[in-house]
């Protein structure tokens, strides 16, 4: 799929810790700031995978890469679903503004699309739009689960799957 933009300031919170130092290193030989943004993108990386593993996504050889507010994941996902779904929950996550998905799938389908909420948003809005009919809505909540767990819980800036409607 390549590289998707989130909103950086939205999303979940991975309630990480930063015991780091703030400033700048004094020369007495304390870590570097370019060492303490490694340190903060390793602790990501880190909040990522467990995210993904308690979410229940299957991937094989799951790689996360955090750069600053950049992830690239890697890896096999089972399904065109799990790929789509993991890529939104990592993307939507408090201060990630990218993700580069890298993610392959053994048997690829019909991808789905993106939108973002919007301020006024409704998925009964969001199912009117993409599928000419509302009462569609419950198509686009189930897509996102398990990062949806309430069909009014949506906010802006957060990126939905809305995936094509069997036929």
């Known amino acids: 799929m390549g590289l998707i933009d989130f909103l950086k300031s939205a999303g979940k919170k991975l309630h990480l810790t930063h015991d780091e ?23 990501h990386e880190v909040a990522l995978v467990k995210l993904i593993a308690d979410m229940g996504f299957k991937i094989d050889n799951l790689g996360v890469k955090v750069t600053g507010d950049k992830v690239t994941l890697s890896g096999s996902a089972d399904t065109q679903e799990t790929r789509e779904k993991t890529v939104l929950m990592v993307g939507n996550v408090d201060g990630i503004a990218q993700v580069d998905d890298q993610l392959q799938v053994a048997n690829p389908e019909p991808e789905a699309t993106y939108y ?52």
Do not use: C
């Not at 007495?28 to 943004?37: A, D, K």
């Not at 599928?131 to 419950?138: F, L, R, V």
């Open 21 to 43: 130092p703030a400033a700048p290193a004094a020369p007495q030989g304390g870590p570097t700031p370019q060492q303490v943004q490694e340190l903060a993108d390793r602790k």
């Open 116 to 167: 973002e909420v919007v301020k006024g948003d409704t998925l009964w809005k969001i199912a009117a739009h993409h599928y000419g009919n509302g009462s569609k809505y419950p198509v686009i909540f189930e897509a996102n689960r398990p990062m949806l767990k309430d069909a009014d819980e949506i906010y802006p800036g957060q990126k939905l799957r809305i995936p094509p409607l069997a036929k």
